[in-house]
């Protein structure tokens, strides 16, 4: 029953009532606690309260229409819209008296989840992505002193050369931009608490998320996902939280309740989980869990009552916990195929326009990123804050395909590699010692986007800006420099192919030249310093329109020598390499 389905119906029944038509569903907007969307309050013509339709009404309403729609289904409506019929469970059937009714679990909550399910084709407003990879090296000075605790955390060495040199990479992401990245580095892996990795975590979980879903609905079924919350104080910490979180959420799904009753309801081949944190001046830390749930099934109404049995029973057990239960803040929605409906990113950006630090205020949601960036600034109570949720959250696991689920879905759990690295990739390298020095001094980040911004085409140009900013510059032959960069600039403006391979030769043989002068290192650096530096130097106007016109004669001395040599063949020994053009 889509949406469409039921606003007709409703808007029938106020017709027939003498009732105004029903107010349709505002539009959507990003949520600042989570990034789930809801709907936003639209300004409306206050009317004089009419009746509405009731909600037994509505209930009845949707009974009736359920099964008029049974009735007069046909066979072959499954074929039509490409979907196979989901298997059938294998699991004893549920008895009258144990099946729950649509009045058993029909709430407000429960309506509201029908009106969530039938938006699964809904557009998403794309969320910008923000960089935080100029914290690594912050959150690596945080968590140092919890080495005396123990192992050092794996996030302190991320980043760190693991040999001589440090290969630079550019990596096409599939919508006409490319990620730059770094091999030859340590990495740990940790997609919360490391803000290189957990773009790459983010990723992998989205893909994991994908394949699962994809299998899901090749088999007729439905993503089912319930986002499991507890209600808190400011002042309680992260640990416990989390604990009870997950204590309950796993309860419910492993007892003999589940077993018999809500895994055959919905015909549910497993879970995937991820857990997320916020925090909130007003609110403190603010965990949610994500349960998504691969169901063989279509059935609105058995995952509507599916999804409120699994929440009463999350809350009894929250409530044996001594948390107080609280039914209105857990949801449950169906998931749809689209880049940002997973719950595979964990550290949305605050919503605020300028300045985090200037525009937050006590109900402004953080994510851990941004309580380390304001960490990072000098804060120490964010610094306490983020070493917090460190601890709190070691260990985690998300978005994880068990075997189990995986044999029924027919995929494969696989491992997730790592990024794949080749010289297809691969821009240029940088000695290992500037890498350092660049995490020392919180550069890394701003070197990546540096690579990103000017591409493969600008590599010398990243290349000097890091060996500037690091103090690793090598000594150049400045007048032999400015030389190169004009020829650059000549061959740059020239149009003629004939007279831009001229200048290109030219440099060439300057190489050639003071190679065996100066030896091959020091013509190497400045050559590299001239390609990195000649389309941002400043160049003398007269100086290049003077070398742009010898440019050009000694072109056409090359282009008639070897028009002579087509015309007349020389003798055997008299050969001579047109090529060499004298300079000077």
């Not at 975590?201 to 090749?218: Q, S």
């Not at 058995?302 to 029973?313: F, N, T, V």
Request: aromatic share 6%.
């Amino acid at each position: 029953m889509y949406q469409t389905d039921l606003e007709d119906l409703i808007d029938e029944y106020n017709l027939a009532h003498g009732l105004p038509p029903a107010s349709r569903n505002p539009p959507y907007a990003p949520a600042a606690s989570n990034h789930l969307q809801v709907a936003t309050k639209a300004k409306r013509v206050r009317h004089p309260r009419a009746p509405r339709m009731a909600q037994v009404d509505l209930e009845e309403l949707i009974e009736a229409y359920n099964a008029a729609e049974a009735a007069h289904a046909e066979p072959e409506a499954l074929a039509t819209s490409g979907m196979e019929t989901p298997a059938p469970s294998q699991e004893a059937p549920l008895s009258d008296a144990e099946q729950p009714t649509l009045s058993q679990v029909s709430t407000e909550e429960d309506i509201m989840f029908l009106k969530e399910a039938a938006h699964i084709r809904k557009e998403e407003t794309p969320q910008p992505a923000y960089d935080y990879r100029f914290l690594l090296r912050p959150i690596q000075e945080m968590l140092a002193p919890l080495k005396g605790k123990g192992e050092r955390p794996a996030v302190c060495v991320c980043g760190h050369a693991r040999g001589k040199d440090v290969s630079v990479h550019l990596i096409d992401r599939g919508n006409g931009t490319q990620r730059a990245s770094a091999s030859g580095i340590y990495r740990c892996g940790n997609g919360e608490a490391c803000p290189t990795c957990a773009r790459h975590v983010a990723a992998l979980r989205a893909k994991r998320y994908r394949l699962v879903h994809e299998a899901v609905n090749a088999l007729g079924g439905t993503m089912l996902t319930i986002i499991f919350t507890i209600e808190h104080d400011p002042a309680d910490r992260l640990a416990p939280l989390l604990a009870a979180l997950k204590s309950a959420s796993t309860g419910a799904r492993s007892d003999r309740f589940w077993n018999n009753k809500i895994a055959p309801l919905i015909h549910a081949v497993g879970a995937m989980t991820d857990v997320h944190v916020r925090r909130s001046a007003q609110g403190g830390w603010h965990p949610h869990l994500h349960v998504t749930l691969p169901c063989l099934t279509s059935d609105l109404v058995a995952l509507r009552a599916g999804s409120a049995l699994l929440i009463e029973k999350f809350l009894e057990r929250l409530k044996r916990l001594g948390y107080r239960p609280s039914l209105k803040h857990q949801s449950a929605t169906i998931l749809d195929v689209r880049p940002n409906a997973y719950a595979a990113h964990h550290h949305r950006r605050a919503q605020v326009t300028g300045n985090l630090a200037a525009e937050m205020d006590e109900e402004t949601s953080l994510s851990p990123f941004d309580i380390a960036e304001l960490a990072a600034a000098g804060d120490p109570e964010m610094q306490a804050l983020f070493v917090e949720f460190f601890e709190a959250m070691r260990g985690s696991k998300s978005g994880v395909i068990t075997a189990r689920m995986a044999k029924k879905l027919g995929i494969e759990p696989g491992t997730d590699a790592g990024p794949s690295f080749d010289q297809a990739t691969r821009v240029g390298v940088i000695p290992s010692p500037v890498w350092m020095k660049l995490m020392d001094l919180n550069l890394t980040g701003t070197f990546l986007t540096h690579v990103e911004t000017f591409g493969r085409e600008g590599w010398q140009r990243s290349r000097w800006w890091a060996l500037q900013q690091t103090g690793f510059v090598p000594p150049v032959l400045e007048q032999e420099a400015d030389e190169i960069i004009h020829l650059l600039a000549a061959a740059h403006r020239f149009e003629d192919p004939a007279f831009r391979q001229m200048a290109e030769d030219m440099i060439r043989w300057h190489r050639q030249e003071w190679t065996r002068k100066h030896g091959h290192k020091t013509v190497a650096d400045t050559m590299s310093y001239a390609e990195a530096h000649w389309s941002h130097a400043n160049v003398n106007e007269t100086r290049l329109q003077s070398l742009m016109g010898r440019v050009m004669i000694w072109a056409d001395k090359r282009i008639m020598r070897r028009w002579r040599m087509s015309q007349h063949e020389p003798a055997l020994g008299d050969h001579r390499p047109y090529e060499a053009v004298p300079v000077g």
